[in-house]
């Protein structure tokens, strides 16, 4: 069955770094574009940016345009997610997402907190 399973996730000082991984399981990882979502609390979740199935095409949400990078690794089935410069409003809950055959796969999330 597809999974998707989030890791990188922790507590952070502004201006720090951290790098989250998407790890994919069950598809042809590498014919699917995958997104990074995030979700803050009392907001609705946000796309931070997708990636296309060999990697030529991104498109970042202008909050982190700058300051992500997202990158695929099709040998390894996993995504990652560079994040640079982070602010306390980059603080959320970070999801992948893989739309398959018309169907919505999300991993369970990984917490990223940015606070001194």
């Known amino acids: 069955q597809v999974q998707l399973v989030e890791s990188g996730g922790g507590l952070v000082q502004p201006g720090g770094s951290l790098r989250l991984s998407c790890a994919a399981s069950g598809f042809t990882f590498s014919v699917y574009g995958i997104g990074w979502y995030r979700q803050a609390p009392g907001k609705e979740r946000e796309l931070v940016v997708g990636i296309s199935a060999f990697g030529g095409g991104t498109n970042y949400a202008d909050s982190v345009k700058g300051r992500f990078t997202i990158s695929r690794d099709n040998a390894k089935n996993t995504v990652y997610l560079q994040m640079n410069s982070l602010k306390p409003d980059d603080t959320a809950v970070y999801y992948c997402?893989?739309?398959?055959?018309?169907?919505?796969?999300w991993g369970q999330g990984t917490q990223v907190t940015v606070s001194s």
């Open positions: 997402k893989a739309t398959i055959l018309n169907k919505v796969y």
